[in-house]
Every structure is written in structure tokens, then in C-alpha cells.
């Protein structure tokens, strides 16, 4: 049974049919899978070869830091080209570049250290490209009516590849002398970035009627509609958690467990509840119970939180990443759903949906970059207790939501 047969017949209450996927909406589940599959493998395991060539938070930290930096940049770019050719010219591009970077990596091979700074530049400004592209396809495939349905089916078939990077990764890494394992997963890596944009041919370009490049008059929207200024301000709070929960979680558990193939059996058990909690969103999930995915996506990274400050030990982080892995879902696809209606609502009716998407990303990127700042300032190794107390800080920020999404409800 292929893909879209499955995801459109499969068992269970029958599915009305404005709540069916199209074929566009399926093609880009699959190529985000294979892009995921690839990324599992080489950006689970990129911070840890880091890691281990400086066993240096610091280096890590300026890398995600700049990293950070650079996306929102390449989704300024990418939504320009979007806009004067097609979003797919910068889907395409943000996928070869990305491969390009890997390609690089494989052949810089411990030089990497030496040159983290331009790769954190380069592998920024590509991802900025790949998502912007890949956002904007979201809203396109998919209508109010079937969203949040895609949006939850979409998280089950990115982490369903993200069970299986982990494991192929850590495996032939462990079983690897010295750091050929590393290069050995890049090089997969790269195979399958490039499987994805072959893919991608696959799905039909549009015309856009308006190609202006509307960036420039975003601040007068913001003093205009401060329903959407809040909505943004969400976007910089979730980033606030965020941005240490994409390069921390697997130092933590390499420093408790010290094998590389350990940590990517445990990166397969918390997709799989990722994947559990995005398949549930996706047949039970409405825009009605927002606020309540909020709470309950908010209490539980507190609660986990609170774990690690009892103690930094293997089970303690285990607790934490078991909770944070079913939050995350919650919290993502709720404000995600949340912020293409209101696009929908915005002037021009979608029209913008490039530069919102570029205004939603430079939010949620300030909020990451503040966090990872907020790390290294206050903690200078994992043994600092300051480490704990950031995290716990950032997550209790995260009931902010609540009231910026409740708000604009209200409003």
C-alpha cells in the first residue's frame, strides 16, 4: 500500500472530505521524511562530532548560535526568490545546498573545528532556504479544513525517518574506530538530501500573482494588527525553549551514558512518542482545545525541567526527554495551525505568506539565540548548575503562550 493510499484509508472513524490530504500535500510528507531521515542521522550527530573533536560547550553553543543567526537571513532571501519564481526554486535550493554542506563536512573531515564558523554560516543561510520553502508549501497543500490533520500526520512520518536516522547513525558509529563513523553517517546523510530534491521535481510549480516583496512594510503591519504582533511574540518565547533543546538534549546524554550508539537507540524511543502524540493530534487534535495543548505542552517541560534540577543523571534526562518529546508536538503544531489561519486573515488574503512566514521565523530565532546566549553566559560546562536552572526558566516562559494565543482569540 503506498503512502497516500495509507494515510487516506487507514483504520479508524472514516474521514470527511475536506479533511483529506491532496496528492501535492502527500508528495511533501514524503520528501520531508526522506529530508528528515537524512537530517537525523548528520544534525542528531553534527553537535556531538563537534563535541568530541573540543569537548567544549562554547564551540557548540557559538555554532547553534550563529546558525541562528543566519536562518532568518536565508528566509529572507528564499522569500524573495519564492516570490519573483516559485517557493519550489527555494525548497530546491535550501535541499542541494544542504547536501553541498554535508559533502563539504565529509571532505574537511577534523578540519571542521577550524572552520565551525563558516560551516554554522553556510548550514544557517541553507536551512533558512529549505524551510522557508517547505513552510510556505505547508500552507499551500493543505486548507483550514485539513490542517492541523496534516501538520499531525506530518510530524508522524518526520519522526517515523527520524527512528530510524538515530539508530543507523549510532550504530555504524559505535562500531566505527576513532571518528570514520562520523564521516560514514555524513556521506549517508548527503545520499539521501539528494534522493529528496529528485523527489521534489515531482510536485507542480504555481505562478504567483503578486511578486512584489512586500518585507519592507511588515514593522507598519505590526503597529497595525496587534493580534498578529502577539502571535510572533509566541513564536519568540517557544524559541526561547527551543533553542537549547536543539543541541543540549544529546550532549547531556553522551555525558551519561558515553556511547554514541546508546544515544541514537534513545533518539529512536523519543520519536517514537513524538510520533504517538502527532498521530493522536492528527485524529483527535481541533483548533478548539489550542489553549489546552498549551497548558498541558507548558507543565510539561516545567515538570521535566524540575528533574534535571534535581539532579543531571541518565534517568532524570530520560524523564525530562520523554516528556519534552510528547510537549513538543503540542506546542508546535497548535501555534503552527493557529498561525496559518490567521495569514489567512491577514492583508491580501495569503498573498504575504512569504514574508509572514519569514517575520514568524526571525521571531522564533531571536527567541533561540537569546536562550543559547543565556546558556553560555550563566553556565560554562554541563556540570554547572546554572545549566538546570536556564532550562527551567525558559520553560516556565512557555505559559506565556497561553495568554498571547488567548488573547488574540478573544480579540
Given at each position: 500500500?503506498?503512502?497516500?493510499?495509507?494515510?487516506?484509508?487507514?483504520?479508524?472513524?472514516?474521514?470527511?472530505?475536506?479533511?483529506?490530504?491532496?496528492?501535492?500535500?502527500?508528495?511533501?510528507?514524503?520528501?520531508?521524511?526522506?529530508?528528515?531521515?537524512?537530517?537525523?542521522?548528520?544534525?542528531?550527530?553534527?553537535?556531538?562530532?563537534?563535541?568530541?573533536?573540543?569537548?567544549?560547550?562554547?564551540?557548540?553553543?557559538?555554532?547553534?548560535?550563529?546558525?541562528?543567526?543566519?536562518?532568518?537571513?536565508?528566509?529572507?532571501?528564499?522569500?524573495?526568490?519564492?516570490?519573483?519564481?516559485?517557493?519550489?526554486?527555494?525548497?530546491?535550493?535550501?535541499?542541494?545546498?544542504?547536501?553541498?554542506?554535508?559533502?563539504?563536512?565529509?571532505?574537511?573531515?577534523?578540519?571542521?573545528?577550524?572552520?565551525?564558523?563558516?560551516?554554522?554560516?553556510?548550514?544557517?543561510?541553507?536551512?533558512?532556504?529549505?524551510?522557508?520553502?517547505?513552510?510556505?508549501?505547508?500552507?499551500?497543500?493543505?486548507?483550514?479544513?485539513?490542517?492541523?490533520?496534516?501538520?499531525?500526520?506530518?510530524?508522524?512520518?518526520?519522526?517515523?525517518?527520524?527512528?530510524?536516522?538515530?539508530v543507523i547513525a549510532g550504530t555504524i558509529i559505535g562500531r566505527s574506530e576513532n571518528l570514520q563513523g562520523y564521516v560514514i553517517t555524513f556521506t549517508l546523510s548527503f545520499i539521501m538530501f539528494l534522493i529528496a530534491a529528485l523527489v521534489s521535481l515531482r510536485v507542480r510549480t504555481t505562478t504567483m500573482r503578486h511578486k512584489s516583496y512586500y518585507l519592507k512594510l511588515m514593522p507598519l503591519l505590526m503597529r497595525k494588527n496587534t493580534v498578529w504582533l502577539k502571535s510572533l511574540f509566541a513564536f519568540l518565547v517557544f524559541g526561547l525553549f527551543q533553542g537549547i533543546m536543539l543541541f543540549l538534549p544529546n550532549i547531556l546524554l553522551f555525558q551519561t551514558v558515553g556511547r554514541e550508539d546508546v544515544v541514537g537507540y534513545l533518539g529512536v524511543c523519543f520519536s517514537g512518542v513524538i510520533m504517538v502524540t502527532g498521530y493522536m493530534m492528527?485524529?483527535?487534535?481541533?483548533?478548539?482545545?489550542?489553549?489546552?495543548?498549551?497548558?498541558?505542552?507548558?507543565?510539561?517541560?516545567?515538570?521535566?525541567?524540575?528533574?534535571?534540577?534535581?539532579?543531571?543523571?541518565?534517568?532524570?534526562?530520560?524523564?525530562?526527554?520523554?516528556?519534552?518529546?510528547?510537549?513538543?508536538?503540542?506546542?508546535?503544531?497548535?501555534?503552527?495551525?493557529?498561525y496559518y489561519l490567521l495569514i489567512g486573515t491577514l492583508p491580501l488574503k495569503g498573498q504575504m505568506r512569504n514574508e509572514l512566514v519569514v517575520m514568524r521565523e526571525t521571531f522564533m530565532n531571536i527567541g533561540r539565540v537569546i536562550s543559547v546566549v543565556l546558556l553560555l553566559v550563566f553556565s560554562q560546562d554541563l556540570q554547572s548548575s546554572w545549566l538546570p536552572t536556564v532550562l527551567l526558566c525558559t520553560a516556565f516562559m512557555q505559559y506565556s503562550i497561553f495568554f498571547l494565543l488567548a488573547r488574540s482569540n478573544s480579540e
Open positions: 500500500m503506498s503512502m497516500l493510499s495509507w494515510l487516506q484509508s487507514h483504520k479508524g472513524t472514516p474521514l470527511a472530505t475536506e479533511r483529506r490530504l491532496s496528492r501535492e500535500a502527500i508528495l511533501t510528507i514524503t520528501i520531508h521524511s526522506i529530508f528528515q531521515f537524512g537530517a537525523s542521522m548528520a544534525g542528531l550527530f553534527l553537535n556531538l562530532y563537534l563535541w568530541r573533536l573540543t569537548e567544549d560547550l562554547t564551540v557548540n553553543g557559538v555554532y547553534t548560535i550563529i546558525n541562528f543567526i543566519l536562518t532568518p537571513i536565508g528566509f529572507a532571501v528564499g522569500g524573495w526568490i519564492a516570490k519573483r519564481k516559485d517557493r519550489l526554486v527555494t525548497y530546491r535550493l535550501g535541499i542541494f545546498m544542504t547536501a553541498l554542506f554535508y559533502l563539504i563536512v565529509i571532505i574537511a573531515r577534523e578540519n571542521v573545528v577550524d572552520f565551525y564558523v563558516l560551516f554554522a554560516l553556510a548550514n544557517g543561510f541553507a536551512a533558512g532556504l529549505y524551510w522557508i520553502g517547505y513552510l510556505v508549501l505547508m500552507y499551500d497543500v493543505s486548507t483550514d479544513n485539513n490542517r492541523i490533520r496534516y501538520l499531525g500526520l506530518n510530524m508522524v512520518f518526520f519522526n517515523a525517518a527520524g527512528l530510524l536516522g538515530p492528527s485524529r483527535r487534535a481541533n483548533d478548539n482545545g489550542a489553549k489546552y495543548y498549551i497548558l498541558v505542552s507548558s507543565s510539561l517541560v516545567v515538570i521535566g525541567s524540575l528533574f534535571l534540577i534535581y539532579d543531571v543523571r541518565l534517568w532524570t534526562v530520560i524523564v525530562f526527554m520523554i516528556l519534552f518529546s510528547i510537549s513538543n508536538p503540542l506546542a508546535l503544531n497548535t501555534i503552527n495551525s493557529y
